[in-house]
């Protein structure tokens, strides 16, 4: 619904599903009153984000913000659906674990003793010596994961109707969780700071919304990172997806991936703005994006519906429920393991900060927006590697 009582030079907004906590409400009712701010969203997964909720859709005239666009720059999910019945996960668990722990790196400075090749890495890495510089870094990180959220597991994928080109059952399943790494937030970083120089009118939450025009030499090195990034976090996934696929060595079906940390040059109510999806889905019409649950919980493989309103935008997972320190405070693993064990998953490694209880209701927020995406198929995890315990988040 719209809030009435947005000022009159505020752009407008709509908010999806309830029980979304007053401070992040906040921040995207402050985003909407920008002199650049053209239309907002508020996805039913929102909760308190740096600048922009997560979960906030904001679409604004020539102008992009980095921390609207996220810390983790193109922080995205991949699925890979491989052609056999997803039985084969009784009896092989050690097997597939072992994989897991082999062909994964998590957590900051991860990297692999042989570095992984792919083309990005023949990309314009020379945008500015910032980015220049994080080629090396970049490209010893390439194939791993984050800390905080991002994971990678096993499961089953389940299909009850003939779509995505595979027929109905169960498959054996793949699914991450990951974006740019250390270049993307050290871009983001030194980005976000350039801006919030470019306007010191901004003070105080405001200062974190602080913009650069996109006819700026600022404006255009920020966004060509971001691009690069974006090509960088699609490989980072493709590589794990690569190195796991051949170790278990079966074939690959189907491949189904989408950023959810990003900005997008697009149309909408006939003007072309700038779309930052800060932990929200493209869900245009007839788009396929992957929207997770929790370790305890589904995740689910959606086609978008095209909402005029969310600027053709969804969830981009169950949200949290409550800050990383709350949940540390709160629980322990004493706490997760019986929810863990009812829902037939096996933990490797994770901080008890992404207990499944530190999220909100992944079907209540499916059902919430029900109205953006259609669901395809569900994802059920039962092996889960994550950061170890102690890792700073990066998401």
């Given at each position: 619904?719209?809030?009435?009582?947005?000022?009159?030079?505020?752009?407008?907004?709509?908010?999806?599903?309830?029980?979304i906590?007053?401070?992040?409400?906040?921040?995207?009712?402050?985003?909407?009153?920008?002199?650049?701010?053209?239309?907002?969203?508020?996805?039913?997964?929102?909760?308190?984000?740096?600048?922009?909720?997560?979960?906030?859709?904001?679409?604004?005239?020539?102008?992009?913000?980095?921390?609207?666009?996220?810390?983790?720059?193109?922080?995205?999910m991949?699925?890979?659906?491989?052609?056999?019945?997803?039985?084969?996960?009784?009896?092989q668990?050690?097997?597939?674990?072992?994989?897991?722990?082999?062909?994964?790196?998590?957590?900051?400075?991860?990297?692999?003793?042989?570095?992984?090749e792919?083309?990005?890495?023949?990309?314009?890495?020379?945008?500015?010596?910032?980015?220049?510089?994080?080629?090396?870094?970049?490209?010893?990180?390439?194939?791993?994961?984050?800390?905080?959220?991002?994971?990678?597991?096993?499961?089953?994928?389940?299909?009850?109707?003939?779509?995505?080109?595979?027929?109905?059952?169960?498959?054996?399943?793949?699914?991450?969780?990951?974006?740019?790494?250390?270049?993307?937030?050290?871009?983001?970083?030194?980005?976000?700071?350039?801006?919030?120089?470019?306007?010191?009118?901004?003070?105080?939450?405001?200062?974190?919304?602080?913009?650069?025009?996109?006819?700026?030499?600022?404006?255009?090195?920020?966004?060509?990172?971001m691009?690069?990034?974006?090509?960088?976090?699609?490989?980072?996934?493709?590589?794990?997806?690569?190195?796991?696929?051949?170790?278990?060595?079966?074939?690959?079906?189907?491949?189904?991936?989408?950023?959810?940390?990003?900005?997008?040059?697009?149309?909408?109510?006939?003007?072309?703005?700038?779309?930052?999806?800060?932990?929200?889905?493209?869900?245009?019409?007839?788009?396929?994006?992957?929207?997770?649950?929790?370790?305890?919980?589904?995740s689910?493989?959606v086609?978008?519906?095209?909402?005029?309103?969310?600027?053709?935008?969804?969830?981009?997972?169950?949200?949290r429920?409550?800050?990383?320190?709350?949940?540390?405070?709160?629980?322990?693993?004493?706490?997760?393991?019986?929810?863990?064990?009812?829902?037939?998953?096996?933990?490797?490694?994770?901080?008890?900060?992404?207990?499944?209880?530190?999220?909100?209701?992944?079907?209540?927020?499916?059902?919430?927006?029900?109205?953006?995406?259609?669901?395809?198929?569900?994802?059920?995890?039962?092996?889960?590697?994550?950061a170890?315990?102690?890792?700073?988040?990066?998401?």
């Amino acid at each position: 619904m719209t809030d009435d009582d947005q000022p009159v030079t505020s752009a407008p907004w709509r908010q999806w599903g309830d029980h979304i906590q007053d401070n992040a409400i906040e921040q995207l009712r402050l985003a909407c009153s920008l002199p650049i701010s053209v239309r907002g969203a508020l996805m039913p997964d929102a909760h308190l984000g740096f600048g922009l909720p997560v979960g906030g859709v904001l679409a604004t005239r020539n102008a992009v913000i980095p921390y609207a666009v996220g810390v983790d720059i193109a922080c995205r999910m991949r699925l890979s659906v491989f052609s056999v019945p997803a039985k084969r996960l009784k009896g092989q668990e050690d097997r597939l674990c072992k994989i897991l722990e082999q062909q994964t790196r998590f957590g900051i400075g991860a990297a692999f003793e042989d570095r992984n090749e792919h083309a990005v890495m023949d990309e314009d890495w020379s945008i500015t010596p910032l980015v220049s510089k994080l080629k090396d870094k970049a490209w010893d990180q390439l194939g791993t994961s984050g800390s905080g959220n991002h994971f990678v597991e096993f499961g089953t994928f389940e299909l009850t109707q003939p779509e995505l080109g595979l027929a109905p059952g169960s498959y054996l399943a793949l699914l991450s969780h990951s974006g740019s790494r250390g270049s993307g937030a050290a871009i983001a970083n030194h980005y976000s700071k350039l801006a919030a120089q470019q306007r010191p009118e901004l003070t105080g939450p405001s200062s974190q919304l602080a913009w650069l025009t996109l006819d700026s030499e600022a404006g255009q090195e920020y966004w060509r990172a971001m691009e690069l990034m974006g090509l960088y976090a699609a490989a980072n996934h493709a590589c794990i997806h690569r190195r796991i696929a051949r170790a278990v060595g079966e074939k690959v079906a189907l491949a189904i991936e989408n950023h959810h940390n990003f900005a997008w040059k697009e149309t909408h109510f006939g003007e072309d703005v700038i779309v930052h999806r800060k932990g929200a889905t493209p869900a245009g019409v007839g788009v396929l994006g992957v929207i997770p649950g929790s370790m305890a919980t589904p995740s689910f493989i959606v086609r978008g519906r095209g909402e005029p309103d969310s600027m053709n935008s969804a969830a981009h997972g169950a949200g949290r429920a409550m800050s990383r320190t709350e949940a540390k405070n709160r629980f322990t693993w004493k706490d997760a393991r019986p929810l863990l064990k009812e829902n037939g998953v096996t933990l490797l490694s994770a901080g008890i900060d992404e207990a499944p209880m530190a999220y909100k209701d992944i079907h209540a927020v499916m059902a919430a927006q029900a109205d953006l995406i259609e669901t395809l198929a569900t994802f059920r995890p039962s092996l889960v590697k994550m950061a170890p315990a102690g890792e700073a988040p990066e998401d």
